[in-house]
């Protein structure tokens, strides 16, 4: 009998103040700070999920709504969408709070495809 997947978090996987080493030239957040963000939360909800040593094979659909700025608490939320029999789908929408300011909006979303492995790097079931 396979195991269901966990319900939705309460709360977001990661949650971080935007600080200036992540900034372009133009004073924005490097679009590849919020990936490797995105790909850091899916591998904590996969985790959350069921333990094991997971690898990203995909990462589809980003989407990118607005652009990031210097002391904005970005929030990345996940849900498992599909659990297969080694791998997990997650999306993963990426909120943005502007500092001093209660407003929070979406900024990235991202659906992210991770393989369960064992020690030779070889894929297993995620429920046994």
């Known amino acids: 009998m396979q195991k269901k997947e966990k319900e939705a978090s309460k709360e977001p996987s990661i949650r971080l103040v935007m600080m200036p080493k992540y900034t372009n030239p133009d004073g924005d957040i490097f679009g590849g700070i919020i990936l490797s963000m995105i790909d850091e939360a899916a591998a904590v909800e996969a985790q959350r999920q069921a ?59 991202a659906t992210v495809t991770l393989v369960a492995i064992d020690e030779q790097r070889r894929p297993v079931a995620v429920f046994a």
């Open 51 to 109: 333990c094991h040593r997971y690898v990203t094979v995909a990462m589809d659909s980003i989407q990118f709504h607005r652009p990031v700025s210097v002391g904005d608490i970005v929030s990345l939320w996940c849900q498992t969408t599909r659990v297969g029999k080694s791998s997990i789908t997650i999306h993963v929408d990426v909120l943005a709070n502007p500092r001093r300011s209660e407003e929070e909006y979406r900024v990235t979303e």
